[in-house]
């Protein structure tokens, strides 16, 4: 299993981007996703990231849970990923669409049970 990464280095890596883009986004919202039968902790995970987010100002953040019975997770999540990335462009000015920021987050395993049966 990979190291976890602590609040304090996401928050100083999230800062650091800012800092290099001076800080003016117009728009900044965040978008979590992971598994309905995910038992690695992953509602926990995006209690967590909730509370990251909150750091920066978003107060919203977006849920996708991917069904246990999608057959094709991927697409379901891509259309939620699309939908909201759109949203928030389209809460950006027009003169200026780059300056929206959107924190995507996965909590979990790393494949569908599908995919490990073969």
């Known amino acids: 299993m990979a190291d976890s990464t602590g609040v304090d280095e996401i928050k100083a890596a999230v800062q650091l981007c800012l800092i290099q883009r001076q800080g ?3 728009n900044v919202t965040a978008f979590s996703m ?3 039968d995910n038992d690695t902790g992953a509602s926990r995970a995006f209690n967590n990231f909730k509370d990251l987010a909150s750091i920066f100002g ?3 953040v977006e849920e996708c849970i991917i069904s ?3 057959k094709m997770p991927g697409w ?3 259309g939620r990923l699309v939908a909201h990335l759109s949203a928030a ?3 950006c000015s027009p003169d200026s669409p780059e300056r929206c ?3 995507i987050h996965y909590a979990g395993h790393g494949v569908s049970d ?3 049966r073969g």
């Open 101 to 103: 920021l959107v924190l």
């Open 58 to 60: 978003i107060s919203n």
């Open 114 to 116: 599908d995919i490990l």
């Open 24 to 26: 003016l986004y117009q």
């Open 68 to 70: 246990a019975h999608d």
């Open 76 to 78: 379901a999540v891509i």
């Open 34 to 36: 992971h598994f309905e």
């Open 89 to 91: 462009i389209q809460n």
